[in-house]
């Protein structure tokens, strides 16, 4: 059973579109995260959600919203997506006291 | 700001060889954490410090945490291919923090040939 799971796995798209990932995570734990990888696969966290609370939200354009249904679940929907978005997008999870991150196995983004 | 800086970038090994990744940050931070990324696969946490003077090992793998030099190192001993990848160290930016905001490096690219 994969521990933390994102779908879709790619998206091509065109520049202006809107477009959703998804990520599930079955480990029971409280906190959730989005992690962005560009393409120097340099990490950089997004936003983290601990039980359905947003907790960090980092510099991001506010084209990108997250949303977590409930604590299992964390969703990232971007709006008007620009060249500059296209990127590998990681959702991780983890239980408080210690940020041990698992993460899903990626969603590659393309702006075209 | 924390800043997180690792070297080499690149490491090209031979088999059997032994060799250090170090990871220098630039605040006080008591949590340390290495993962390993395969080309196109996401992160796999391998070793979670969380004292000065932790240490850590796995295989081939060796972790350590000085938190007072700020540095932490990963050593490999004896290469062997199936160690190629990129490793990450991670550094969380609240002290004793619990919310996962970590600062990465910028991985080093470990290439082991025979």
């Known amino acids: 059973d994969t521990a933390v799971s994102q779908t879709p796995k790619y998206l091509v798209t065109q520049m202006g579109n809107d477009k959703s990932i998804k990520c599930e995570q079955n480990?029971?734990?409280?906190?959730m995260y989005w992690y962005k990888q560009d393409s120097k696969k340099f990490l950089k966290i997004m936003f983290s959600y601990n039980n359905k609370e947003l907790i960090i939200n980092e510099t991001v354009p506010n084209r990108f919203s997250p949303k977590s249904p409930d604590k299992a679940h964390l969703n990232l929907h971007i709006n008007s997506l620009e060249l500059g978005d296209s990127a590998v997008y990681f959702c991780?999870?983890?239980?408080?006291?210690?940020?041990?991150?698992?993460f899903g196995e990626g969603s590659r983004l393309t702006v075209l | 700001e924390l800043k997180v800086e690792q070297n080499p970038l690149f490491l090209s090994m031979q088999e059997g060889k032994n060799y250090t990744i170090y990871c220098n940050y630039s605040t006080t931070s008591d949590r340390l954490y290495w993962y390993r990324q395969d080309p196109g696969k996401s992160l796999e946490s391998l070793f979670v410090l969380l004292s000065n003077g932790a240490v850590k090992q796995e295989g081939r793998l060796m972790a350590s945490l000085d938190t007072k030099a700020r540095l932490s190192t990963l050593h490999i001993t004896a290469a062997v291919h199936d160690l190629s990848a990129t490793y990450f160290c991670a550094v969380d930016r609240n002290y004793g923090g619990s919310q996962g905001n970590l600062i990465f490096g910028k991985g080093t690219k470990l290439s082991v040939k025979p």
């Open positions: 991780a999870s983890s239980q408080p006291p210690i940020p041990e991150l698992f």
């Open positions: 480990l029971g734990h409280d906190t």
